[in-house]
Nanobody, 126 residues
Framework: QVQLVESGGGLVQPGGSLRLSCKASGSTRSIRAIGWFRQAPGKEREGAACLDWRDGSTQYGGFVKGRFTISRDVVNNTVYLEMNSLKPEDTAVYYC???????????????????WGNGTLVTVSS
């Protein structure tokens, strides 16, 4: 089992930036990919960013358009999502997720992962 705990959400003005953190614990050696997803009220979940734990490669959801960056601290089993140029439509609960099966980030962004955190709320508003 892998446990994921997100932090860093909050209220930010349009155009602002925010950095989310996700601390993984438990069977972290089994992780093959880790990512960030979001879900806004009344909308379906979207894949925001994915990082292949084996080689560090990354992939992003289409709506990101260069505004978000996923990165990792391997020593501390922590993943970050740096979000810039935030828009009101980025308001959502952001979830950290991890998977152990070794599929592609393209697959994960579309279909999700095995393990999920409880989410952290990001509100973009003036």
């Amino acid at each position: 089992q892998v446990q994921l705990v997100e932090s860093g959400g909050g209220l930010v003005q349009p155009g602002g930036s925010l950095r989310l953190s996700c601390k993984a614990s438990g069977s972290t050696r089994s992780i093959r990919a880790i990512g960030w997803f979001r879900q806004a009220p009344g909308k379906e979940r979207e894949g925001a960013a994915c990082l292949d734990w084996r080689d560090g490669s990354t992939q992003y959801g289409g709506f990101v358009k260069g505004r978000f960056t996923i990165s990792r601290d391997v020593v501390n089993n922590t993943v970050y999502l740096e979000m810039n140029s935030l828009k009101p439509e980025d308001t959502a609960v952001y979830y950290c997720a991890a998977d152990r099966w070794g599929s592609s980030c393209h697959f994960y962004l579309n279909y999700g992962m095995d393990y999920w955190g409880n989410g952290t709320l990001v509100t973009v508003s003036s």
